[in-house]
RNA sequence: GGGCGUGUGGCCUAGCCAGGAUAUGGCACUUGCCUCCUAAGCAAGUGGUCAAGGGUUCGAAUCCCUUCACGCCCGCCA
């Protein structure tokens, strides 16, 4: 259980007081708190809908609630107001609490208590063909994210990769490798970029010469069969290039705990158990020796509701391997989620359907995403029309190194390069965690260098001027008394700090990461608007302490929130 | 043909699940603020039929229905 935020005994303690009062007047209704436009209150009770039972006003009802209400405790004052009770919080209660427990948990503050609930995360799951591309990187963007707020919501959180070495761009692209010599120069000196090249040469091959279709299509079903010699080279081919790729999202703070190769449930049998069971279901039928489910009565709908699960020779398909693999991961985890593109999710409802068949009694939740485009399209690898992840990596690094180099002149290249990573890569990942999944995407170049406004560098300044503002302060006595922030900023950015914990618990149990770049956001300017009005270093004596109190708070806010979104908290900008 | 998702000022976006008090913030534009803890900032201003229509409700951006636009899917591919 999650300690109770001071905020959540106030809503307790006005939901007593509420059913109280309507039981008085002999309403029986249910009871909506809502919170009101900040200004109003901290808590309001609308009683319009009051109105029709009790035959009176919405505010002749509210005063008459108001006036059987008695502040006291977290509640310092109940007012009547257009048809609504409005409850203000005792600020002075929250802030003491707020102050104190930011202080003293640190890189701890927010955090929910450690669940013994586990989860496995699958996210990125590219086809290791070549370089990944900004089209995809909303996919390890948005995974690594969610692990991360998971994680500080107190989960046992695992993040796997799974990987595609059983296919036929997989063997394509060995082939080549082994076969061919390069008749290009790769974009990069790097293994991913020097391998699509030997994909797509040996995919001109295939057209031009037939005696190769034989050998790849030998190769293949060598492959299906678990010979070991063209598995092991396939998965050789595959985790060069996924070492590649690795090594492009290690840049930008992505890291992944296990990955799990498809061929795996090939060779150890568990895909040929699957289709063992699978024939004995009631929905299985066969057409000319392959085997599919037939799911109609499973809600699938469309022009084709069968679902194919092997071919004609007796083989599996990339579906019933998944199947192997989600029957593998409920094993070993409690829940199971995955951050798939818009297109998969027919293909996740057929395998939640056969996960039913299979008498599984669990299924993967699923965050979508939609694609990111460009201006003139789709993304695409075969059109050379793309964005790859190591270009926009770099010129966001290196915009942001220009941007330091104006407005720091005291700073040694080492410090400014560094700073410029840090910012450049944040507003990256930050430009691409801030929108809704399921929202679609054009990719524009200014956009995704945005360094000001709702971006990364907005809360990374923040944070930054807060550690400077610490750094230059001295000694000061740790234990602030919150009862002398009395200004609005000091309580807006009070009230900020204290909406963190459940902010996170939001953003874990819905799985939605963009909330919590949208209160970072929040928060950074809260913290602008108070230091920009409130004197830290020249205020006196205790109120000096109480600001740098409030200072450090913020950092610890700021830069946890910051964590949580792969974004490394700068000391300086 | 069917299914899923999206549609909020010139552009981007929060709110939608759990309906309420003047619809969130940014970009751009106009205008102020560096003898003051880093101006990647702060303050003020212009700009909105919340895609359209209907319904439910005292009250709808939010719920229901219809329509339109855009995206994605409906392989013995992965």
Redesign the pocket.
């Given at each position: 259980m999650r300690e109770l935020g001071t905020f959540e005994q106030f809503r307790e303690q006005v939901a007593r007081e509420v059913g109280e009062a309507l039981k008085d007047i002999g309403a029986v209704a249910e009871m909506?708190l809502?919170k009101?436009?900040s200004?109003?209150?901290d808590l309001?009770l609308?009683c319009?809908?009051l109105?029709?039972k009790l035959r009176k006003a919405p505010d002749s009802i509210a005063k008459d609630l108001a006036g059987r209400m008695r502040p006291g405790g977290m509640i310092e004052r109940i007012e009547a107001?257009?048809g609504?009770v409005?409850f203000f919080l005792r600020f002075s209660e929250m802030a003491q609490t707020v102050l104190d427990d930011a202080l003293s948990k640190k890189e701890g503050y927010g955090a929910g208590a450690s669940k013994k609930t586990r989860i496995l995360l699958e996210h990125t799951s590219v086809?290791p063909t070549g370089p990944i591309h900004v089209g995809r990187a909303r996919n390890p963007i948005i995974g690594d994210t969610l692990a991360r707020i998971l994680r500080h919501a107190g989960y046992a959180v695992t993040t796997e990769f799974y990987v595609?070495d059983?296919?036929?761009?997989v063997v394509v692209m060995s082939w080549g490798v082994k076969h061919l010599k390069l008749d290009a120069e790769p974009e990069r000196d790097k293994d991913d970029y020097r391998y699509v090249l030997y994909y797509q040469q040996a995919n001109r091959m295939l057209e031009e010469k037939p005696d190769v279709v034989n050998e790849i299509d030998d190769m293949l079903y060598k492959l299906e069969h678990g010979d070991p010699g063209v598995v092991g080279l396939a998965k050789e081919t595959c985790e060069t290039v996924l070492r590649a790729i690795m090594e492009s999202l290690e840049r930008i703070n992505i890291s992944i705990d296990r990955f799990t190769f498809e061929s795996r449930f090939v060779q150890d049998g568990s895909v040929d158990r699957v289709i063992q069971k699978l024939k004995q279901s009631e929905h299985c039928r066969e057409?000319?020796?392959?085997y599919h489910l037939e799911l109609e009565s499973f809600g699938i709908?469309?022009?084709?509701t069968?679902w194919?699960f092997t071919?004609?020779d007796g083989t599996s398909?990339?579906?019933t391997r998944d199947l192997a693999y989600h029957m593998d991961k409920f094993a070993r985890t409690d829940i199971a989620i995955n951050v798939l593109g818009?297109?998969?999710?027919?293909?996740m409802q057929e395998l939640a359907a056969a996960l039913e068949i299979m008498g599984v009694g669990k299924k993967p939740e699923v965050v979508y995403y939609?694609?990111v485009s460009l201006p003139e399209g789709?993304m695409s690898t075969r059109k050379g029309r793309v964005v790859n992840l190591d270009d926009l990596v770099e010129e966001a690094v290196e915009l942001?190194y220009e941007?330091?180099k104006k407005?720091?002149t005291d700073l040694s290249e080492e410090r400014m390069r560094d700073?410029a990573r840090i910012?450049g890569i944040g507003a990256l990942r930050f430009n691409i965690a801030r929108?809704?999944p399921?929202?679609?995407?054009v990719f524009k170049w200014e956009?995704a260098l945005?360094?000001?406004?709702?971006s990364a560098?907005?809360v990374q300044?923040a944070h930054?001027?807060a550690c400077?503002?610490l750094a230059?302060a001295g000694e000061w006595n740790r234990s602030a008394d919150a009862k002398l922030l009395t200004s609005d900023s000091e309580k807006a950015l009070l009230k900020m700090i204290a909406a963190f914990g459940s902010v996170i618990q939001e953003c874990a149990e819905?799985r939605k990461p963009?909330?919590l770049a949208?209160y970072s956001?929040d928060l950074a300017?809260e913290f602008?608007?108070f230091?920009?009005y409130?004197?830290?270093?020249?205020a006196e004596g205790a109120t000096r302490d109480a600001r740098l109190g409030l200072v450090e708070a913020s950092m610890w806010t700021l830069r946890n929130a910051l964590t949580c979104l792969g974004l490394e908290a700068p000391q300086?900008?």
């Open positions: 909506v809502e009101p436009p200004g109003l209150a309001a609308p319009f809908h109105a029709k107001r257009g609504y409005n086809n595609n059983v296919g036929r761009q057409e000319e020796g392959a709908s469309g022009r084709e069968k194919v071919r004609s398909l990339y579906t818009e297109d998969q999710k027919l293909g939609a694609f789709r942001a941007e330091v407005r720091r700073i910012v929108i809704q399921e929202k679609q995407i956009d945005n360094f000001e406004g709702s560098p907005f300044y930054a001027r400077s503002i230059k819905g963009h909330i949208v956001q300017a602008n608007q230091y920009r409130m004197p830290v270093l020249k300086e900008m």
